[in-house]
C-alpha cells in the first residue's frame, strides 16, 4: 500500500477531518495522479448525510478531480508522467455489456465502480475520493485534461459538466435549437454555457428574477420566473429541450408545458418515483427523459469541446483545509455555482 492524506469522514452527524489514506500499490493499467483540485458537488453532501461510521465503511468524498500523473502501471501506453488528467465520478466498469460497448460505462449493467463509496472490482475495498492529495486509477479513467483549461475551473467539468453535456448531445441540441435550463446552479450553469456555445437560444427557468443578470452574464438569451404563471404560460411549447436540474422534488408537469411538439424534458439526477399526468405528454408528443453522468467518450468529448469553446465552471477556490466551511455553505446554496477545493495544502 501507498500512503496519501486527505479529508475523510467521522461522526454523526459526519464532519470531514484530516487522515492519512492508502491507496493500492499500480496494477499494470493504473496510473497515479497527484490532485491539485477537487470540486464539491451536492453528491459529497448526501454521502455525509447518510454516512454511519458504525457501517465500517470509510468516506472519502470528492469525485471530479484534477491533477498530474505521477506514475503509471507497466501496461500504460496513453498516459505518462507529468500528463494532465481529469477524473469524474465513475473509476471503472465491466467493459463486456452492452452498455460499455456502446461508451456508456456510466450506465454498466454490473455497475460501474464509483470514485468514493464505491466496491473495486478487483480487491473488494471501498473507494476512497478526492478529497485527498493522491488517487490510484485505472488509465482509461483518468481523461487528458486538454491544455487550455485552468485546472481548478475544469474539475466540476468532470461530474457537473459531463451530466448536462451528455443529454445536450445525446437530444442533437445545435444551432436553432431552443433550450431552456431549469435551476442555475453547478448543473445549471455549465448547461446555460455548453447550449449557448452549441449555438441555441438558451432560457434560464429560475424561482426567481434576481438570477437575471447571472443569466445574461452566462450567455442565456432570456429567463422565465417558474413563480408567474403568467411568463410561464406565454413561454408554453417554446422550447425543443428543457434541461431540469432541480435536485428538490418537484411537479414536472410545468416543465413539461414548456416543451414544444416533439421535444424532450431531460430531468437530470435522481428524483425518486414521481407522478406525470400523461395529458402533458400526450399534448405535443411530448417525451420525457433523464441522465446522469456520462461515459469515456463522452467525457473526452465534452473537454474537447470545453477546451475549444473556452468553457469552465464558475467556481470560489478554497484551501482544502475549508472543506467543513465549503460544505455548510454548499447546504445553504450560498456559492456560485461551485466551490472547487486546492488541495496543495495537503503535503
Ligand atoms: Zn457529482
Ligand atoms: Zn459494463
Known amino acids: 500500500m501507498r500512503t496519501t492524506s486527505g479529508w475523510q469522514a467521522t461522526g454523526s452527524p459526519a464532519t470531514l477531518r484530516r487522515a492519512a489514506l492508502e491507496r493500492r500499490e499500480l496494477r499494470p493499467d493504473d496510473v497515479a495522479v497527484r490532485i491539485d483540485y477537487c470540486g464539491v458537488c451536492h453528491t459529497d453532501l448526501h454521502a455525509l448525510r447518510d454516512h454511519d461510521d458504525a457501517a465500517g465503511r470509510p468516506l472519502v468524498p470528492g469525485h471530479e478531480f484534477t491533477g498530474v500523473v505521477t ?63 493522491e488517487y490510484v486509477v485505472r ?50 450553469h ?29 450567455g442565456a438569451h432570456g429567463l422565465i420566473v417558474s413563480t408567474d404563471p403568467e411568463a410561464m404560460a406565454g413561454a408554453r411549447d417554446g422550447f ?7 435536485s428538490a422534488p418537484h411537479d414536472l408537469g410545468p416543465y413539461l408545458r414548456l416543451v414544444a411538439l416533439d421535444g424532450t424534458l ?39 469541446f470545453c477546451a475549444a469553446n473556452g468553457i469552465t465552471a464558475d467556481i470560489e477556490l478554497l484551501p482544502s483545509e475549508r472543506v467543513n466551511e465549503a460544505l455548510d455553505r454548499l447546504r445553504r446554496g450560498d456559492v456560485r455555482y461551485r466551490f472547487v477545493l486546492d488541495m496543495s495544502d495537503l503535503r
Open 71 to 133: 506514475e503509471t502501471g507497466t501496461a500504460v501506453t496513453g498516459l505518462s508522467r507529468g500528463d494532465r488528467v481529469a477524473v469524474g465520478n465513475i473509476v471503472d466498469a465491466c467493459g463486456e455489456c452492452p452498455m460499455c460497448l456502446a461508451g456508456q460505462e456510466n450506465f454498466c449493467h454490473a455497475f460501474p465502480t464509483l470514485t468514493y463509496g464505491g466496491t473495486d472490482r478487483h480487491d473488494g475495498s471501498t473507494t476512497l475520493g478526492g478529497y485527498s492529495r
Open 266 to 304: 431531460s430531468h437530470l439526477g435522481h428524483l425518486g418515483p414521481v407522478t406525470v399526468e400523461t395529458l402533458d405528454l400526450l399534448i405535443g408528443r411530448k417525451k420525457l427523459s433523464s441522465a446522469g453522468s456520462g461515459g469515456c467518450p463522452a467525457t473526452a468529448a465534452m473537454l474537447d
Open 190 to 218: 455549465l448547461a446555460v454555457k455548453m447550449a449557448v456555445a452549441l449555438g441555441a437560444t438558451t432560457s434560464v427557468i429560475s424561482r426567481s428574477p434576481d438570477k437575471a443578470d447571472d443569466a445574461r452574464r452566462l
Open 139 to 188: 488509465d482509461r479513467f483518468a481523461h487528458p485534461l486538454p491544455s487550455g483549461l485552468d485546472p481548478a475551473a475544469a474539475a466540476p467539468l468532470l461530474c457537473a459538466g459531463v451530466t448536462v453535456w451528455e443529454p445536450l448531445h445525446a437530444l442533437g441540441v445545435g444551432p436553432g435549437s431552443r433550450v431552456g435550463v431549469a435551476g442555475l446552479g453547478g448543473l445549471g
Open 240 to 246: 425543443d429541450v428543457v434541461i431540469d436540474t432541480i
